[in-house]
């Protein structure tokens, strides 16, 4: 009871944060199904009826944790790119190389799902597991970084010399591509004792950003 007062009396902000964080616990270790709202509240420290009050059902509060997590995702990546790009000694729009540009954001990903596995966890799995409306919001993060990867591609392909070659659907294709790397990269990275983020973000790099290199100088490679 006491800690069902002094719950109440905190700002409401601060207690959807409480029932989020919790969620995210909960959904990661358990699955949507398995996962139960007396749970979440025990684990906020609030009372099942607050968590029902504030965030109503179980399905829309598992959309409302979806979009959180991908949007903080999002958030990171976007911030670590746009910190490569510029200093304070360079005017706001001379861009960084697209590969250090493709790096900062590869190593902001992995280290944001190293640090929040239950997080990630719920993106990768819980999300693309339990059909819609889950799946879409899942799959809709992972259009808004293949739009943004896709993007260093083309900018990297106008800057080559032979990058005429590379179409828009090599572009998206290639993009398609070193996501899905990165997702399954990150998972198994989580999952692996002593594997980390820098690690797992120059394994990458050095998988694809080489093989594009050749690419982008006219150097196809193709069945025998």
């Known amino acids: 009871m006491a800690g ?26 358990r699955g949507y199904q398995a996962a139960s709202m007396d749970e979440i509240a025990e684990l906020a420290g609030v009372s099942k009826p607050l968590v029902y009050l504030y965030l109503n059902s179980k399905e829309e509060l598992f959309t409302a944790v979806i979009r959180r997590e991908a949007q903080a995702l999002l958030a990171v990546v976007a911030e670590a790119v746009v910190d490569r790009s510029t200093s304070s000694e360079e005017p706001r729009d001379r861009s960084a190389p697209p590969d250090e540009r493709l790096w900062a954001g590869l190593l902001a990903f992995f280290t944001y799902a190293a640090e929040h596995p239950d997080s990630w966890a719920v993106l990768s799995r819980q999300a693309r597991t339990q ?6 919001e899942a799959a809709r993060m992972r259009d808004e970084i293949t739009a943004f990867v896709a993007g260093l591609i083309g900018e990297a392909a106008r800057e080559a010399r032979g990058g005429a070659d590379i179409t828009e659907r090599d572009v998206a294709a290639l993009a398609q591509a070193l996501v899905g790397s990165a997702e399954s990269l990150a998972s198994w990275a989580n999952e692996t004792p002593g594997v980390t983020a820098k690690e797992a973000a120059a394994t990458l790099m050095n998988f694809a950003w080489s093989g594009l290199g050749n690419l982008m100088k006219s150097e196809r490679w193709s069945p025998r």
Do not use: I, N, T, W
């Open 4 to 29: 069902g007062a002094k719950a109440r009396r905190l700002p409401r902000a601060v207690r959807e944060r409480q029932m989020m964080d919790a969620a995210v616990r909960s959904f990661a270790r």
């Open 131 to 136: 059909g819609e409306p889950f799946a879409g």
